[in-house]
């Protein structure tokens, strides 16, 4: 059977409300390649880093996906065309990198000319979705409604700090795989490792090259954390 590479993209914030969580992604793609005599060799899952998502260098699972589609010469495979991008352009650019892409939910006969289109209209369909909202919003306004959040100027610089560690996180989980991989190939060295990732185009979080420092923190931000200590109270406690 012609091999396929799949394509995974989750939210850990909203997998379990749209319907298109991990387990839903696979389960499409599965009963696709099944109906259409495909081998599902490889998957690659990514998990949303937030802001910047619609750009290759902020999806390094994605741009992994396409080196191994690249090297086995197959497609990659979707569950959505959303799970690439709602973006026509993001779109457009990965038709440049020469890698045909097969979205489960629009069949096996889709075209690159018609994902263009389908991307196309789920980006109208955005536009239109934020239009309405802030036409809503301003209505709400008029009315006298007291918009924005109340929350206290320090509090809201937590949760800031706390989002920027969150995604810094969730950036170094789908870097680590990467980097893992080209160990595997021989290249152990935090500079080599670097070297590797910029030939591959992967960015770091903040769009630019990589250096030996930047993938010692990636892999530090992505080890295990060690389980704390037990003082001797805890022990007298019986929680030993």
């Avoid at 065309?81 to 097969?102: C, E, N, T, W």
């Amino acid at each position: 059977m012609p091999p396929v590479i799949a394509y995974y993209r989750v939210s850990t914030e909203r997998q379990g409300r749209s319907g298109l969580g991990l387990d839903a992604q696979a389960a499409r793609c599965t009963a696709f390649a099944v109906q259409n005599r495909l081998e599902v060799v490889t998957t690659f899952t990514e998990v949303e880093t937030g802001k910047g998502s619609d750009a290759l260098d902020r999806r390094p699972q994605l741009a992994a996906a396409l080196v191994a589609a690249k090297r086995q010469r197959c497609a990659v495979l979707v569950a959505k065309l959303d799970r690439l991008s709602r973006d026509v352009h993001f779109i457009a650019g990965l038709m440049v990198q020469r890698v045909p892409f097969l979205v489960a939910e629009l069949g096996a006969d889709v075209d690159p000319f018609m994902l263009h289109i389908y991307a196309a209209l789920a980006e109208k369909e955005r536009r239109m979705i934020s239009e309405r909202t802030r036409a809503a919003l301003a209505a709400r306004k008029r009315q006298g409604a007291v918009l924005g959040n109340r929350t206290n100027l320090a509090t809201a610089q937590k949760l800031g700090a706390a989002r920027t560690a969150e995604e810094a996180r969730r950036f170094a989980a789908n870097v680590v795989p990467v980097i893992h991989q080209v160990q595997a190939n021989g290249i152990t060295s935090l500079r080599g490792v670097a070297a590797a990732l910029n030939a591959r185009g992967v960015r770091t979080a903040r769009g630019g090259r990589w250096a030996a420092t930047q993938v010692g923190m990636v892999l530090a931000r992505a080890a295990p954390k060690p389980a704390p200590a037990m003082s001797l109270n805890d022990l007298g406690n019986g929680r030993g």
